[in-house]
């Protein structure tokens, strides 16, 4: 049974692109959350999304930053206009739908640079 | 969600038990403990939570006080990869939020 995915693991992007972050959940999953952790510090919950639908997106910055779950394919964070203050590892989790919400599992990782 | 404090590093022998404890002396009482590990630039993983009673599974026991007010967690034979930032995360059963703090760093040596 394959854990949460995660791709690409790096990516580099030179300040004003796109950066493009997508997570598969574990198979049978329907919420997934992304966390941000920038150097030297802790992880920092950003969105949380059900399919189709994001249900708290309280610690996403209010400007560059999206994020999707779709139907059918993987949820994705996009940032937009990259700055280096964006270069960090973002974290994807899941949990399944109904029970036992409460224990996330998560992926490996993308880690962002920001040239 | 209670704020939660632990050591900031410890070391263990490798082979030994390593018992890691966590004070969250304003839990309350519908909010679990939980512990997730970081391994060295990967993504953090789930150990074990609980909410009163001892829990035990492959990985390790959590042990709470009988006041919950306080937890350790233990891995059983520590190994070199047992090697992490341990967090010790306590959160209320519909709160999807996870907080994470400074954790505590655990280097477990040959």
């Known amino acids: 049974n394959a854990g949460v995915m995660q791709n690409p693991r790096h990516l580099v992007r030179r300040r004003g692109q796109e950066a493009r972050l997508r997570c598969s959940p574990m198979?049978?999953?329907?919420?997934v959350y992304w966390y941000r952790q920038l150097p030297e510090e802790g992880l920092k919950f950003m969105v949380y999304?059900?399919?189709?639908?994001?249900?708290?997106e309280s610690g996403m910055p209010k400007e560059r930053f999206s994020a999707e779950f779709p139907k059918e394919g993987p949820s994705i964070l996009r940032i937009q206009q990259v700055v280096r203050g964006d270069s960090a590892a973002y974290f994807c989790?899941?949990?399944?739908?109904?029970?036992?919400?409460?224990?996330?599992?998560f992926g490996p990782g993308t880690r962002l640079t920001v040239l | 969600d209670a704020k939660t404090t632990q050591p900031t590093s410890m070391d263990c022998a490798e082979g030994r038990a390593a018992n890691l404890p966590c004070n969250h002396s304003?839990?309350?009482?519908?909010?679990?403990v939980y512990w997730y590990r970081q391994i060295h630039s990967q993504g953090p993983q789930y150990i074990i939570h609980?909410?009163?009673n001892n829990e035990t599974n492959e990985m390790a026991s959590l042990i709470i006080t009988e006041d919950r007010k306080s937890s350790t967690l233990i891995l059983p034979h520590a190994t070199l990869r047992d090697t992490a930032v341990y967090y010790c995360i306590a959160k209320i059963s519909n709160d999807y939020k996870l907080s994470f703090g400074a954790g505590t760093t655990v280097t477990v040596r040959a």
């Open positions: 999304l059900q399919k189709e639908n994001i249900i708290d």
């Open positions: 989790a899941s949990s399944p739908p109904g029970q036992d919400t409460d224990t996330q599992y």
């Open positions: 304003t839990i309350s009482g519908n909010e679990y």
């Open positions: 609980g909410l009163k």
């Open positions: 198979k049978g999953h329907s919420h």
